[in-house]
């Protein structure tokens, strides 16, 4: 994936809002007149005939692609793909997951994967996501949660992160319940104390109703917005990039 502009997405666990971050980096870079789609290799939890992370990466990908393409891999129990797959009695191929990623990154200049659960999530018997990151080569942009036990988790991925040698591009705490919002400053600052690293931005929870992730609701648009006003998204990708074009203007694709 050498010759591809693109960010690898990972949470410190699972619903911490890796696919809201995901789709909204989506969007900024599309919007900016950049041929981002999204990628996730494997997604669990079959609700209704479909997977919500797949569908709403394919929305935000302005469904270019085939959702297979996608998320090639999907499995109906919301479990680790590992686990997944076996009450399914398969084991999952992950070459199915390369092989769709790589014919992306031939198609589209950025590729922006999310990864599944947490960074030590396996995707099959050998292969956890940090390896399927580290295969990648993309930068990882770490999602933690402001509520209890989030300077734990981010401190734990973060070190996870440095022992796999992977470049970490940047933090992003997303409020997920109102009642944390209290905590999220002084959580910040334990992070970077801690840690060194900086946290890139901090997404608000608009309200204790407003948990849906489709396109046009409010909470997506609002995490477009501030992620928008706080990160250069495009920066995430590659630091050398001059700054991106605000108000509307648009730049060039990569």
């Known amino acids: 994936m050498d010759d591809s502009q693109g960010l690898f997405v990972i949470g410190t666990d699972t619903g911490v809002g890796k ?19 999204g990628f996730k290799p494997v997604a669990t939890g079959e609700v209704n005939g479909s997977w919500g992370d797949a569908v709403a990466l394919h929305e935000a990908s302005g469904k270019l692609e085939p959702i297979e393409k996608i998320c090639p891999l999907r499995f109906a129990l919301p ?18 997951a390369r092989s769709a990623l790589g014919g992306l990154c031939t198609r589209h200049p950025a590729v922006i994967i999310e990864g599944v659960g947490g960074l030590l999530v396996p995707l099959d018997s050998r292969t956890l996501v ?20 989030t300077i734990n988790h981010t401190l734990l991925t973060l070190r996870e992160i440095s022992r796999y040698n992977l470049r970490l591009a940047g933090i992003v705490m997303n409020i997920t319940q109102p009642t944390d919002t209290g905590m999220a400053s002084g ?9 060194g690293k900086k946290i890139s931005a901090i997404i608000p929870c608009l309200s204790a109703h407003d948990h849906d992730d489709h396109a046009s609701s409010p909470r997506v648009a609002r995490t477009i917005a501030e992620l928008d006003r706080q990160v250069d ?3 995430l990708l590659n630091p050398r990039l001059p700054p991106a074009g605000r108000s509307g203007e648009r730049v060039a694709v990569l």
């Open 19 to 37: 696919t809201l971050i995901t789709c909204a980096i989506i969007r900024i870079l599309r919007s900016q007149a950049i041929d981002a789609v």
């Open 79 to 96: 479990m680790a793909p590992t686990l997944a797959a076996r009450a399914e009695g398969i084991d999952p191929d992950l070459n199915l």
């Open 130 to 149: 940090a390896d399927f990151a580290l295969h990648v080569g993309f930068p990882v942009l770490l999602v933690c949660r402001a509520g209890l036990g």
């Open 187 to 195: 959580a910040r600052e334990e992070i970077e104390r801690i840690s």
């Open 233 to 235: 998204v495009r920066k």
